[in-house]
């Protein structure tokens, strides 16, 4: 069963345009992961926010959570054409086994 | 560090046939998975293993899936009979229990079309 739903599918914007796309689970975690995947290949780890933490920044990805809300979202900014790919959240409740979402597809237009 | 490798790439088989999948970790990865992502949706985990014993089998069709991994390094993914739902990518993918900030590495994958 799939634990997190990515929102929205698919994403469409600019080049230097800002992307957010946010991850809703269910059951409490011990944390959540975001996830890359170009077409044709494998997951790319992004960046793992940790229950106790609200923000987490890497380069040009912001990530938040929100345990109340059973939330989290990834912002991209300044978008490039490499940036086009689908993401996922994983999460895990015991930091052991991680469930991963459904997936955005984004697409930056050049 | 060398990534996870697996092979082949891509497999066509018949249904009921019989088909195996191969995963290399990376070194000193002691945890392997491997998932099922079907076409347009999120990777599902099949099985974990910690070292070569099996953590979490409960999603592995076991009536058609079996995996092993044999000396706590290689893994293979076998499905026989396989049926035209088994279509997906395979997914392996390995994490160093002492670094769990960086996530999984996941291989590029074995896509697998049943006709």
């Known amino acids: 069963s799939q634990q997190g739903e990515e929102d929205p599918q698919a994403l469409s914007i600019q080049e230097g345009e800002n992307a957010t796309m946010n991850c809703s689970y269910k059951?409490?975690?011990?944390?959540l992961q975001w996830y890359r995947q170009n077409s044709g290949r494998g997951l790319v780890h992004l960046i793992l926010i940790r229950s106790n933490e609200r923000e987490k920044h890497s380069g040009r990805l912001r990530v938040t959570l929100d345990t109340s809300k059973k939330s989290s979202s990834l912002l991209i900014t300044a978008s490039r054409a490499a940036d086009t790919a689908s993401y996922f959240c994983a999460t895990s409740p015991s930091g052991y086994k991680y469930i991963f979402g459904t997936g955005t597809r984004l697409k930056v237009l050049a | 560090e060398a990534g996870v490798a697996q092979s082949p790439r891509y497999k066509i088989i018949e249904k009921r046939q019989s088909v195996a999948f191969w995963c290399n970790p990376i070194s000193g990865h002691a945890t392997l998975y491997w998932y099922q992502q079907i076409l347009g949706q999120g990777p599902k985990l099949l099985i974990q293993f910690q070292n070569n014993g099996v953590v979490d089998d409960s999603q592995l069709p076991k009536d058609r899936f079996s995996a092993e991994r044999l000396k706590g390094v290689d893994s293979t993914l076998k499905i026989q009979p396989a049926k035209l739902e088994d279509s997906a990518v395979y997914l392996c993918a390995s994490r160093s229990p002492g670094r769990v900030d960086y996530g999984y590495t996941f291989g590029s994958g074995t896509r697998l079309t049943v006709v």
């Open positions: 059951t409490s975690i011990n944390n």
